[in-house]
C-alpha cells in the first residue's frame, strides 16, 4: 500500500509533499516525532465530528536498549509500583471504545514508548479486535509505530503490511554514528539489528519513515548523513533536534547541539533536498512547503499556534496532553475513571493548549512567526529562556530558503492547477 499523499492534487505527477498515512511515532529523543502527528491529520478544535491522535504507551518507559539521550526513560520513576510496565486488555479496551465513539470522522493511533515491539505481536492483533469492534461506518483508524526495530522479523513484517500499520525506525545514520549512542542495556551496538528489521519490513512492503535523532556527533556531518540515508532507499526522513539539560549543571547536556549547529545543518541539508525534489520527503521542508503552498500555519506541532493536538495515553491509562509533559503537573486523568470527552474539555488541557499563544506574543514583529508561531514550549522553558533555544537556527534556515520556496510554491501550483 503506497503511503497517502498530500490534497494537492499531486499524485498523479509522483509529487511527495507529505504522508496521510500517520505520524511518525516518536523516538524518544528531543522531540515526540512521529510518530505522525499533525504533519499526517488535519488539526481541528476537538469535537464530536474530528479527528483525534493518540500517543500511546502500552509498555511505558520499558526499552530494550539504553540510549544515551533517551528523555523518556525517567519516566517510569512515575509508575514504581512494578519494573514491568504493560497495558492491560481493560485499558486497551476502553481506550479503543471510547476514542472511536467520541471521533467518528477517524481516530490515529500512534504506538511509541519505551519501545512498544516490548507489549507483544498478541497485543497488537487485540488492538486491530477491538478496532474492528468499535469501529463505525465510514470511520478512518489509522495505526503507527515507532520502533528501534530490533524486533522486527518476519512474523512482525506480515502483520504490520496486513493491518496497513505505517511504521517509523529510528536510525541515526550510519554505524559509526548510530551506535554512538544508541546502544543496548549492557553498551552492545545496535546498528546491524536495527537494519536486519528494517530488511524484513521491506521485505512485506511495509510502509515506513526513518527518524534520525542529530545529536553532537552526527549534526556535523549533514551532506554525508543526507546522502547515507537517500543512497540507501530513505526516501522518506525526519530529523529531530536533540536538546536535553543537564540536570547538575543546568547547561545543555553533552549530547545536545547548538542552535548553531542546527541552522548549519538545516541549510546544508535543504541543498540536497532541493536537488532531490519531490523524489525525497524530509518533514520539515515538506510541510514548510505546505505551509507556503496553502497560505496556512505549518502541520508539525511545534510550529503551531497551540499545544495539544494530541494526547499521550500511558500504560495504565493516565492521560497527559504531550510527551513532554508526562508529568504530575499536568496529568489531565485517567481513562477508567473520567470520559476522555471530559479530559478533552478540561481547564488543565485548555489552560496547557493556551501556554504556546502566551510565549508566541514575546516574538511579536519577527517577520517568521508566521512559520513558527514560536516554536515548542518546552524549548523556551528549559534554560529559562526569554526566546525558543533554537530561534537563531529558525531564522537562519528561514532567511536562507525563503526565495527558494517561493519559486517551489509557483511549481507546485503550477503542477497543480495546469
Known amino acids: 500500500m503506497a503511503p497517502r499523499r498530500s490534497g494537492l492534487g499531486l499524485e498523479a505527477k509522483g509529487f511527495k509533499l507529505q504522508f496521510h498515512k500517520g505520524y511518525s511515532p516518536g523516538c524518544k529523543a528531543s522531540y515526540p516525532c512521529l510518530g505522525f502527528d499533525d504533519a499526517h491529520w488535519e488539526v481541528e478544535p476537538y469535537g464530536r465530528y474530528t479527528r483525534l491522535k493518540f500517543f500511546i504507551k502500552p509498555v511505558s518507559a520499558d526499552c530494550n ?9 525517567p519516566k517510569a520513576d512515575l509508575y514504581p509500583k512494578t519494573r514491568c510496565h504493560r497495558m492491560s486488555d ?41 478496532e474492528r469492534l468499535f469501529g463505525l461506518p465510514g470511520q478512518r483508524i489509522e495505526n503507527s509505530l515507532q520502533t528501534n526495530g530490533i524486533l522486527i522479523d518476519e512474523r512482525w513484517a506480515r502483520f504490520l503490511a496486513q493491518n496497513g500499520f505505517l511504521v517509523g525506525v ?42 534520525v535523532l542529530l545529536n553532537d556527533r552526527n549534526v556535523k556531518y549533514p551532506h554525508e548523513l543526507y546522502r547515507f540515508l537517500v ?38 541539508v535543504f541543498d540536497e533536498w532541493i536537488r532531490d525534489f519531490p523524489r525525497v520527503y524530509v518533514r520539515t521542508f515538506d ?33 497527559y496532553p504531550c510527551d513532554f509533559y508526562v508529568e504530575p503537573k499536568w496529568l489531565l486523568g485517567n481513562i477508567m475513571e473520567q470520559s476522555l470527552d471530559e479530559l478533552l474539555a478540561s481547564e488543565r488541557f ?29 524549548h523556551w522553558e528549559m534554560f529559562g529562556l526569554d526566546h525558543n533555544y533554537f530561534c537563531r ?8 530558503s525563503h526565495q527558494r520556496f517561493l519559486k517551489l510554491k509557483r511549481l507546485v501550483e503550477g503542477m497543480t492547477y495546469r
Open 65 to 73: 536498549l539504553a540510549c544515551t539521550y533517551c528523555f523518556y526513560l
Open 90 to 130: 481493560e485499558v486497551l479496551r476502553e481506550l479503543i471504545a471510547q476514542s472511536t465513539a467520541l471521533s467518528p470522522d477517524g481516530v490515529s493511533f500512534c504506538w511509541q514508548g519505551g519501545e512498544p515491539t516490548l507489549a507483544g505481536l498478541e497485543f497488537y492483533e487485540k488492538v486491530i479486535e477491538y
Open 170 to 211: 529510528s536510525l541515526d545514520g550510519p554505524k559509526e554514528f548510530h551506535d554512538y549512542y544508541r546502544k543496548g542495556p549492557s553498551g552492545e551496538p545496535s546498528y546491524e539489528r536495527v537494519m536486519r528489521g528494517i530488511r524484513w519490513l521491506r521485505e512485506f512492503n511495509v510502509d515506513f519513515n526513518i527518524l
Open 231 to 268: 543512497d540507501n532507499g530513505f526516501h522518506y526522513l525526519q530529523f529531530i533536534p536533540c536538546v536535553e539539560r543537564n540536570p547538575r549543571t543546568g547547561k545543555p547536556a553533552e549530547y545536545s547541539i547548538t542552535p548553531e549547529e542546527y541552522g548549519r545543518f538545516l541549510c546544508a
Open 287 to 319: 510541510e514548510l512547503l505546505l505551509a507556503y503552498v496553502r497560505g496556512e500555519e505549518p502541520s508539525l506541532c511545534l510550529f503551531r499556534r497551540e499545544c495539544g493536538s494530541y494526547l499521550v495515553v500511558e500504560y495504565n491509562g493516565d492521560v
Open 350 to 378: 485548555l489552560e496547557f493548549k493556551r501556554r504556546k499563544v502566551e510565549l508566541a506574543k514575546k516574538c511579536k514583529g519577527c517577520p517568521w512567526l508566521w512559520l513558527c508561531h514560536g516554536g515548542c514550549p518546552r
Open 393 to 400: 537556527s529558525y531564522k537562519t534556515f528561514f532567511e536562507y
